[in-house]
């Protein structure tokens, strides 16, 4: 079964410490994508990547950095967490050599920050 | 960034009646997403459509790509207590196109 995997269901982290999310995917895909969403606002783009090493701001990168160093792996990096940034963090992967465009998602990490 | 139209942001149905949801842009799309959102999961895709005016079904889930390609909806018909959960509609513009995403419909099924 093919599948994105988000290491944590839940975390929670101290404001000022350094988070890191990190997200496989066992597909071959090219592209990986984070998102967050909270209540109302849907989901929002934070950073994606096309290729390894390769990373694209997205609409609300401020407080976040990104490191695809291989093509399965891509983490998110809250440089210094803060209440603001507690939310559900969503990682997705896509190809656009195969299939529907369709992106596949993990099953998300619930960030709390105190 | 740009954002599909999808309202109302929730829908309170009884079991067993059908339900439908739109979903409206002022872009063209060549692709049209629907996922489906369980509490507490990751969205997982119900359907796809690639051509204007295109009905699709899975089940009792069906779904059309409007004919202006800047809009589509997604009917389900004799609803049940596992319908609950949020409804995304999702729009692409071609293969290495970022997806445009709504914000989500919550459905509630009532028993």
């Known amino acids: 079964d093919v599948k994105v995997t988000q290491s944590s269901r839940y975390l929670v982290k101290r404001t000022g410490e350094k988070v890191f999310l990190e997200c496989v995917q066992d597909?071959?895909?090219?592209?990986m994508f984070w998102y967050r969403q909270d209540p109302g606002l849907g989901l929002r783009l934070i950073y994606f990547?096309?290729?390894?090493?390769?990373?694209e701001k997205g609409d609300i990168p401020e407080g976040y950095s990104v490191s695809r160093e291989k093509k399965e792996r891509f983490s998110l990096i809250l440089e210094s967490a803060s209440t603001n940034q507690t939310s559900m963090y969503l990682c997705?992967?896509?190809?656009?050599?195969?299939?529907?465009?369709?992106?596949?998602f993990g099953s998300g990490t619930r960030l709390t920050v105190v | 960034g740009q954002q599909l139209n999808q309202s109302p942001q929730s829908m309170f149905i009884q079991e067993g009646e059908d339900v439908s949801m739109n979903c409206t842009s002022s872009?063209?799309?060549?692709?049209w997403l629907w996922y489906k959102q369980d509490p507490g999961e990751g969205p997982v895709l119900l359907i796809a459509?690639?051509?204007?005016?295109e009905l699709t079904s899975n089940g009792r889930l069906t779904a059309q790509f409007g004919i202006t390609r800047k809009d589509s909806f997604l009917n389900i018909s004799a609803s049940i207590p596992s319908d609950v959960g949020i409804y995304f509609c999702?729009?692409?513009?071609?293969?290495?196109?970022?997806?445009?995403f709504g914000k989500g419909i919550t459905l509630s099924v009532r028993p």
């Open positions: 997705a992967s896509s190809s656009p050599y195969r299939g529907n465009y369709g992106y596949t």
């Open positions: 597909m071959d895909h090219e592209n």
């Open positions: 990547s096309y290729d390894v090493k390769m990373k």
């Open positions: 872009s063209i799309f060549n692709t």
């Open positions: 459509l690639y051509k204007a005016g």
């Open positions: 999702a729009g692409s513009t071609g293969a290495n196109s970022k997806l445009t």
